[in-house]
């Protein structure tokens, strides 16, 4: 019987344990570990068998010189605040956009709701990079979109929208919109008629009664999509990398290349730690704001 | 102050000089085919408490919800104070709804809950605290203000939802089941506390309600629905005491309805033809019957006594046999079975200990009522 318990509240912690905790320790293992031309990339490496020793002789040469290194160079300092600025920015377009979608949603009648829910998740059944790419082929210079709006006369020379920061918008909205529109649309489906119905009653028109009960009563959905969204954002790479060019500077890419361009495994690495750092305090709002909109239900 | 006391009896329905604030003029309402409200006329007093009482399904939230400005009527006129409220939106009528659900806003405190309309309305900021304290007083929740609506209980959530829709002082109060969701014991103090706020308040109050014990209890006049139509409007006691219809009587309490033929005795009186071997029931009715013309004679428990003898001098009185004794505490009801299989119910008052009851099962008794006890109807 305890041993049974023991295990089912072991198995979530092993779970993390072997899948977080331990890569992150190798992660930061390395970041703290000088960049070397051998394999792999990086020395010291962790060696058992020369006992107390060897392993004394291991952490002695651990330093945070590549941390320090990181805030020498402003490449890192300005890849982080473009980031923060990206991901911040796209986070509210897609919510600006998923808003109304969620909100069609929920107010469409009983019959179109799993259709329309259909719609917004079936993206997920084709692949990521698929979609990504599709996006090249409507937003380049020869694109379909270019091609439509010379065709409806609204402009003569082609849009250059692939390559900047604008086309990362795009791809970011695009990608991250169900994440916005699920956690809406379930706060907003939950909300009780009724209460638009006891606002107008009070003297609210329907413009108020929105302002004055559906926007406060959806803000925990629109809190929790927000952070859906810029989690995953802030460290995108496939989307800057793809649709962004070599103007778009993300810290996603910044590591990307430390990896494999320049092969400096322990700055990357250092770059990924502080990246997850930054990451966690958003992590953590996020984990209060559902805690609490879990008492409110109770 | 002598004037005072001639206006006691608060019947404006009965005086022809008082004008309704509500009138229904033939309003029907459709949802697609189907009518949910057939051809109503009804008016309204002033500082009424009228109840709309019906089985589940019959209309009542709908015609609230015409009140209200939630629903238009397909066809006929609500006037509100003589004028024709259908272009009206909800948001300018000075009526208030009290929701079934309550329909608390959840992320606003008891206070903002209750000031809500006020600060839609064109009341002056500075008067608005003080007319929120004031109805925190009158539902006694001033200890409550700061809480949201889930950190309080059923009882004191249906009191916020009731100071939110009297804050604004509407000319017309709309209640929907409002005590649907409390306990039976809370149920009652709470219809008592309606009551004297109604009258404290003096606005005019709609409460629907499927509970006859409710509406018998608050309700100044009360319309009994079925399918959409009033099938009488009247006061409790002459809903109780005089049913226009089979349906009506069925509805409110407990009635024995025994069918029959009607035989004019003369002078409002007739005799009901209604079993075998049974004398017949001689009783008042004052609408004319002709002679031979089906009838339902409606007789209440509490009407009919029970004696161990025949007594001398009563109207009805017939033979049987106990079947039953239900003991509700401070009464009894004697289920008691006539030689033809049907049963008819008497009740007594326990004004005396158990163990000196006189009658107990499969004693033969007799029962007895009055030639006025019972109604006769028609349909
Ligand atoms: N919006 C609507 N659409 C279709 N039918 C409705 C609508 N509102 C009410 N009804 C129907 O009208 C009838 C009366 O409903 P309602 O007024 O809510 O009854 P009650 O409050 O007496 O229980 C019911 O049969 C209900 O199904
Ligand atoms: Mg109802």
């Given at each position: 019987m305890n041993i049974r318990r023991l295990f089912l509240i072991a198995v979530p912690y092993l779970w993390l344990g072997a899948l977080f905790l331990v890569p992150f320790i190798i992660v930061l293992k390395i970041s703290l570990s000088d960049a070397a031309i051998s394999i792999p990339p990086y020395t010291p490496t962790l060696d058992f068998s020369g006992g107390w020793e060897a392993l004394k002789q291991f952490f002695s040469k651990l330093d945070i010189e590549n941390y320090v290194f990181l805030t020498e160079d402003d490449l890192y300092w300005k890849a982080y605040a473009s980031s923060l600025k990206i991901a911040i920015i796209s986070t509210l377009a897609t919510l600006v956009v998923g808003f109304p979608i969620a909100y069609g949603m929920a107010r469409a009648s009983d019959e179109w709701r799993p259709t329309l829910m259909m719609l917004v998740i079936l993206p997920f059944w084709t692949s990521f990079l698929i979609r990504v790419y599709a996006w090249i082929g409507i937003l380049s210079t020869e694109g379909f979109l270019n091609q439509f709006l010379m065709w409806i006369g609204v402009i003569n020379e082609p849009l250059s929208i692939m390559n900047t920061e604008l086309a990362v918008y795009i791809g970011i909205v695009y990608t991250y919109l169900p994440f916005m529109v699920l956690p809406i649309y379930s706060t907003l489906e939950k909300m009780d008629a009724s209460l638009l119905e006891a606002a107008e009653d009070l003297g609210c028109t329907r413009t108020s009664s929105f302002w004055l009960v559906t926007i406060p009563l959806s803000r925990p959905g629109m809190i929790a999509g927000c952070f859906l969204v810029f989690i995953p954002a802030l460290g995108e790479f496939v989307i800057p990398s793809l649709l962004g060019g070599s103007q778009t500077l993300m810290i996603g890419k910044v590591l990307w290349e430390e990896f494999f361009n320049n092969r400096d495994w322990p700055v990357a690495s250092s770059v990924a730690v502080i990246l997850l750092l930054l990451l966690v305090i958003p992590i953590i709002l996020f984990q209060r704001n559902e805690e609490k909109n879990k008492e409110l239900e109770l | 102050m002598a004037q005072q006391k001639s206006e006691t009896v608060f019947a404006p329905w009965d005086d022809p000089d008082q004008k309704p604030i509500i009138q229904f003029k033939s309003v029907t309402k459709r949802f697609g085919s189907f009518t949910?409200?057939?051809?109503i006329d009804l008016d309204i007093f002033e500082r009424e408490f009228f109840a709309l009482l019906g089985p589940s399904g019959c209309g009542k939230t709908t015609l609230m919800r015409m009140l209200a400005g939630f629903e238009t009527p397909t066809e006929g006129t609500i006037l509100l104070e003589g004028k024709d409220i259908a272009k009206v939106p909800p948001n300018k009528r000075a009526v208030n709804m009290m929701f079934q659900s309550y329909a608390l806003f959840p992320h606003l405190t008891v206070y903002d809950n209750i000031a809500f309309g006020l600060k839609r309305s064109d009341m002056p900021k500075s008067e608005i605290a003080g007319r929120v304290e004031e109805m925190l007083t009158l539902v006694k929740l001033n200890k409550f203000a700061a809480r949201k609506p889930h950190q309080i209980s059923g009882g004191q959530r249906q009191r916020v939802a009731l100071a939110r829709s009297l804050a604004k002082a509407p000319k017309l109060l709309l209640l929907d089941e409002p005590l649907g969701a409390l306990d039976k014991k809370l149920r009652q103090e709470t219809q008592f506390e309606l009551m004297d706020i109604q009258e404290k308040t003096g606005t005019t109050f709609v409460i629907v309600t499927h509970d006859q014990e409710e509406a018998m209890t608050v309700a100044s006049r009360v319309a009994v629905m079925d399918e959409g139509k009033l099938v009488q409007v009247a006061t409790p006691a002459q809903i109780y005491e005089t049913p226009n219809s089979v349906y009506v009587a069925d509805f409110i309490g407990e009635v024995k309805i025994i069918e029959g033929t009607a035989t004019p005795l003369g002078d409002d009186r007739y005799e009901i033809q209604w079993a075998e071997g049974q004398p017949a029931i001689r009783a008042a009715c004052s609408t004319p019957l002709t002679a031979g013309s089906r009838v339902f004679y409606a007789i209440r428990p509490e009407k009919v006594a029970i004696t161990a003898e025949r007594p001398k001098d009563a109207a009805n009185a017939v033979k049987g046999r106990i079947l039953d004794i239900a003991y509700l505490g401070n009464i009894s009801t004697y289920h008691v079975e006539l030689p033809d299989g049907q049963s008819i119910k008497a009740q007594t008052a326990n004004?005396?200990?158990?163990?000196?009851?006189?009658f107990t099962w499969e004693d033969t008794v007799w029962l007895s009522w009055t030639d006025t006890a019972g109604v006769v109807l028609t349909s």
């Open positions: - | 949910a409200i057939d051809n004004n005396r200990r158990l163990a000196r009851r006189s």
